[in-house]
Structure formats: C-alpha cells, structure tokens
T-cell receptor
Framework: DQQVKQNSPSLSVQEGRISILNCDYT??????FLWYKKYPAEGPTFLIS?????DKNEDGRFTVFLNKSAKHLSLHIVPSQPGDSAVYFC??????????FGPGTRLSVLP | NAGVTQTPKFQVLKTGQSMTLQCAQD?????MYWYRQDPGMGLRLIYY???????DKGEVPNGYNVSRLNKREFSLRLESAAPSQTSVYFC?????????????FGPGTRLTVT
C-alpha cells in the first residue's frame, strides 16, 4: 500500500497561469516534506521543503502548503513557465527513517 | 564541483550476468543512497549508507549488494541480473542521514536486463 500518492499522473497548464500539484500521504507521523523536480535523462533536484510544524513555505515562484489534518501537501507554481515542464515528486520523511517518494506528476507548461 | 556522478549511463545485461554500478560524490556528504525508479512507482530505496563503514537495507534490497568503499564512493552490485531489475538507478547523497537534509542525485543509470 503506497504511503505517498500523487493521483494526477500528468497536468497541463498555460504559461503564466498557476500550476497546482497535489500529494496525499497516509501516515500522520511524517515529519518533513519535500518536492523534487526531474527533467528527462537527469536526476531529481531538490525544489522546496516544509516541516510538519509549518503550514506554508515560499521560495520565489514556488509555494508549498501542508494541511496536516487532511494529510495533504500541495505545490503552487506562479506564474508557470515553459522551463517548469518536468516530473515533480513529493517526498515525505517519517521521523527517524528514510524518505518515501510519491510516483510523480508530469507537468507540461504550454507556451 | 561535479556533485554526484554515476557510471555507466546505460547498460544492457543478459539474465544471469553480473555488474557493478559506480557512484561518487565530491560534496563531503556522510550519507549515500541507491534508488530504483520504475514507471508509476516513484523512487524506491534499495540500500543506503548513513556514514562511511555502514550500510543498511532499504525498501527493495533483494538481488542487490552494496559497498561503501570510502566516504566518496558507494557501489551497487547485481550478482545475477533478472529482467525484474530492468530500471533506472539513481545514486544520491546527503549531508545527514535520517535528519532534515535534502538529497542530491546523480544523473542515473538506465539498465535493461534481457
């Protein structure tokens, strides 16, 4: 049973609009949450993180929201740019354990 | 600063053959990891090394062995390759082990077992 779910395998957004990527998790003991971005033929690169004591973290065009009661994490990209087209993985860190990754969402930003 | 490097980039094996995937990092990180990525499955941890001299099993260790050769290098060995091991393999490193520390990934090795 997957502990981390990204229910949208793909998402298309117009350039300049907002992209919202979602992630749901099953275990309330998760402590730390991250988003990674992956381009084809490259390894994932770290994008943004949030700890369980916060509900929002912003870094430029990227904002991560954490709703602990709903066990839901989202990444907002505003405004979306064609260079944001990539696969986005959410990752969760159970306390004292290793990261667990979601299956990824492929974002396409259309010019 | 090369970050995390992996060799080879591509490999085709026949069932039963063996091979070693190499990984090196130049960031002086303590922890290193091996993941596999399969379609629709995300990244799954095979083995990790929290510090030089230690290795531990991850979620999917069967059919693999690892060696933490020194602080820089962490290799993954397939002793007898099977078609189920066809995947993309990523090595990663981080400053801390299970602490609040993001991981840095290599470019991956695409392995096909026929």
């Amino acid at each position: 049973d997957q502990q981390v779910k990204q229910n949208s395998p793909s998402l298309s957004v117009q350039e300049g609009r907002i992209s919202i990527l979602n992630c749901d998790y099953t275990n309330s003991m998760f402590d730390y949450f991250l988003w990674y971005k992956k381009y084809p033929a490259e390894g994932p690169t770290f994008l943004i993180s949030i700890s369980s004591i916060k509900d929002k973290n912003e870094d430029g065009r990227f904002t991560v929201f954490l709703n602990k009661s709903a066990k839901h994490l989202s990444l907002h990209i505003v405004p979306s740019q064609p260079g944001d087209s990539a696969v986005y993985f959410c990752a969760v860190l159970p306390y004292g354990q290793n990261f667990v990754f979601g299956p990824g969402t492929r974002l396409s930003v259309l010019p | 600063n090369a970050g995390v490097t992996q060799t080879p980039k591509f490999q085709v094996l026949k069932t039963g053959q063996s091979m070693t995937l190499q990984c090196a990092q130049d960031m002086n990180h303590n922890s290193m990891y091996w993941y596999r990525q399969d379609p629709g499955m995300g990244l799954r941890l095979i083995y990790y090394s929290a510090s030089e001299g230690t290795t531990d099993k991850g979620e999917v260790p069967n059919g693999y062995n690892v060696s933490r050769l020194n602080k820089r290098e962490f290799s993954l060995r397939l002793e007898s390759a099977a078609p189920s091991q066809t995947s993309v393999y990523f090595c990663a490193s981080s400053e801390a082990g299970t602490g609040l520390s993001e991981q840095y990934f290599g470019p991956g090795t695409r392995l096909t077992v026929t």
